[in-house]
């Protein structure tokens, strides 16, 4: 019972994240599930089929607050559906041993580039208004099909920093978009599991956890996307799946490091991530003050100012 409390907070807090963020509902909730010792096909499968439920009631949220453009949730959905479910029956064929190091190594790798992405660079608005084509949606969608699948989670982390990257949509869109289109990729992919690894090898169970923590935590991350600062929770969960699959990583068959090696990881990784965290919360407050006195006054800082007192 325990676990089961523990799983339905784990898609509560994960779904917060992503729906806000736009990414890592499945990277975090897979991370948790391999950490627990579940089957790396059985724990993308668990996660894909929570997601069905929590990408149609996130989709939902997003439209209700405008945070949709329908135009790229089809032009990425549907060759990311294609992808993951690809994606899924590659999985299906590995080895539990083969494919717990390869899961971590992907989950890692997307963990460090949410990290890297969010805390030194944070969102480009320059370019906004801009058509996004198909050639880029398209292989784009492709690609985080795939990686979603294998890696139990990276629809988001591949797909929400392409398309902010571009600046051609604005963070609240982009989000919401991805959220959306999510939903294809869930049920292609688990579609896939059921082929490739059959219903026995998925815990309900754990995928009703999951789905309750993530419903109830969709329509408040929907509304969260307009107020909570990306950069920094970029920044946190980043440093989140770095911690938890390198230490999958240094405990697996193909490194076998001791307590010592790995206990200088954790701590250079606990660095890192204070680091990079500070660094975010601090860029963050600065540009706040930055933009505060365009937004309060006339653009300068004694008008930012003085309209305070007033406001208050």
């Given at each position: 019972?325990?676990k089961?409390?523990?799983l ?35 724990a993308s ?24 453009d329908?135009g ?16 899924a ?23 460090t ?17 801009r ?6 949606l398209?292989?784009?969608g ?10 139990g ?8 920093p ?12 982009t989000i ?35 789905l ?5 935590a969709?329509?408040?991350?929907a509304?969260?996307v ?12 980043g ?46 407050l600065?540009?706040r ?5 365009a ?5 300068t ?8 007192p007033?406001?208050t």
């Amino acid at each position: 019972m325990r676990k089961l409390v523990l799983l339905a907070l784990v898609g509560l807090g994960a779904q917060l994240v992503d729906g806000s963020l736009g990414m890592a509902y499945g990277v975090t909730s897979t991370t948790l599930l391999l950490a627990i010792g579940t089957n790396p096909a059985a724990a993308s499968a668990t996660v894909h089929l929570a997601e069905i439920g929590t990408t149609l009631a996130s989709g939902a949220s997003h439209w209700k607050f405008g945070n949709v453009d329908w135009g790229v949730v089809a032009k990425i959905g549907v060759p990311g559906s294609v992808g993951a479910f690809a994606g899924a029956t590659f999985l299906s064929g590995l080895s539990t041993e083969a494919a717990g190091p390869v899961m971590a190594i992907i989950l890692l790798t997307l963990g460090t580039y949410i990290l890297v992405r969010f805390t030194l660079r944070g969102i480009r608005t320059d370019r906004l208004g801009r058509p996004l084509r198909k050639r880029f949606l398209g292989p784009l969608g492709l690609v985080a099909g795939f990686v979603d699948s294998t890696g139990g989670g990276g629809w988001g982390p591949v797909g929400t920093p392409a398309i902010l990257a571009s600046g051609r949509l604005e963070p609240r869109k982009t989000i919401g978009s991805i959220d959306t289109s999510e939903f294809l990729i869930a049920v292609s992919a688990s579609i896939g599991f059921i082929i490739g690894i059959g219903s026995e090898g998925v815990n309900f169970t754990w995928v009703a956890a999951l789905l309750i923590g993530g419903l109830i935590a969709a329509p408040i991350a929907a509304w969260l996307v307009r107020h909570i600062p990306p950069r920094v929770l970029g920044s946190a969960v980043g440093g989140v799946i770095i911690l938890t699959n390198t230490r999958t990583l240094l405990r697996s068959d193909w490194i076998d490091a001791s307590d010592g090696v790995r206990w200088i990881f954790y701590v250079l990784i606990y660095a890192i991530w204070a680091a990079a965290l500070t660094y975010s919360i601090r860029r963050h407050l600065a540009e706040r003050v930055t933009e505060s006195p365009a937004d309060e006054g006339d653009g300068t800082p004694g008008a930012g100012k003085a309209a305070a007192p007033t406001a208050t």
